[in-house]
């Protein structure tokens, strides 16, 4: 499977911004699928997460009302909705395929990662 992140960009605090991730190589379907990030200096963190069947939609503290994760299986695509963006949200964003369908916060779960898009948040 390849993923393909785009979507980042540099913005002002308070915008909104949306990534997506498009996937090639297997049936989108059966994925579920995560968004992570990771700030210069810092390890990767979990962002948000979408089962398989788009039931299940996890989210990180931080970004809790703030982002929405999507997707689009017509288009083997998942989004990532960001409003209200802060400073701290600067990062390169990475989204992740899980073959085991669940979408979780744990990196180590994930089986496929695209190569990521940057997000720059200035105050």
């Known amino acids: 499977v390849q993923l393909q992140a785009s979507g980042g960009g540099s913005v002002q605090a308070g915008d909104s911004l949306r990534v997506s991730c498009v996937a090639s190589?297997?049936?989108?379907?059966?994925?579920?699928m995560g968004w992570f990030r990771q700030a210069a200096g810092k390890d990767r963190e979990f962002v948000a997460a979408?089962?398989?069947?788009?039931?299940?939609?996890n989210y990180a503290d931080s970004v809790k009302g703030r982002f929405t994760i999507s997707r689009d299986d017509a288009k083997s695509t998942v989004h990532l909705q960001m409003n209200s963006l802060k400073p701290e949200d600067t990062a390169v964003y990475l989204c992740?395929?899980?073959?085991?369908?669940?979408?979780?916060?744990?990196?180590?779960?994930?089986?496929?990662w695209g190569q990521g898009t940057q997000v720059t948040v200035s105050s």
């Open positions: 190589g297997r049936p989108f379907s059966t994925l579920g």
């Open positions: 979408i089962s398989w069947n788009g039931k299940t939609a």
């Open positions: 992740a395929g899980d073959l085991g369908g669940w979408g979780t916060e744990t990196a180590e779960d994930y089986d496929y």
